[in-house]
């Protein structure tokens, strides 16, 4: 009897631990993708929230480099080379990083990958950097960092967007012959 009651002292327990949940992320994973023909994009992220803070120049300070987006650094892959605002991209995997400032945003390519935010950025390892406009948003507020990719063919538009900015740029899939 007491060997049935010490064994469902110790197993009842682990059993209830089992049931926990996991709790999702609080800026949830996002993959925005493009294709023309044989050529393929993909962008991975994480999307922090607005969640009622001044988040560009406060949360996201300006003249600072950026993970671009929460948690992990941003990645995109290619699967063939790419011209990003004018210039040619290699087919491979990034890592992206930005500087916000209040008028332009630095884009930076950059072939360090699995990097916990932008702590361990080296600047030795970047292959791109462009400067883009930014532009207030009038009449919408993004809660979550969204990044989209407005495709026409073979040319397309990046742009990242959070609270009332947004910075595009345009991309270009390069055709093989």
Known sequence: MYQ???????VLP??????????????????????????????VYSQPQ??????????????????????EATEITLTKDM????????????SVFTIP??????IIVNTDLGLWGSYNYNQKMDVM????PAETIIGAIY?????????KTENAIVSLLWDKTRISFPIQFIETK
């Open 50 to 71: 607005k969640r009622g803070r001044e988040v560009l120049g406060k949360l996201v300070p300006y003249g600072q480099v950026w993970r671009t987006g929460a948690n």
């Open 83 to 94: 011209v990003f605002n004018s210039q040619k991209l290699k087919a491979g995997t990034y």
């Open 4 to 10: 049935r009651l010490l064994l469902c002292l110790i």
């Open 129 to 132: 950097r462009f400067e883009v």
């Open 143 to 151: 809660e979550p960092f969204t990044i989209t990719i407005d495709q």
């Open 14 to 43: 682990l059993l209830s631990s089992a049931q926990l949940a996991l709790q999702p992320r609080v800026s949830p994973l996002s993959i925005v993708t493009a294709r023309y023909k044989d050529v393929y994009l993909k962008i």
């Open 101 to 106: 400032n209040q008028t332009s945003w630095t």
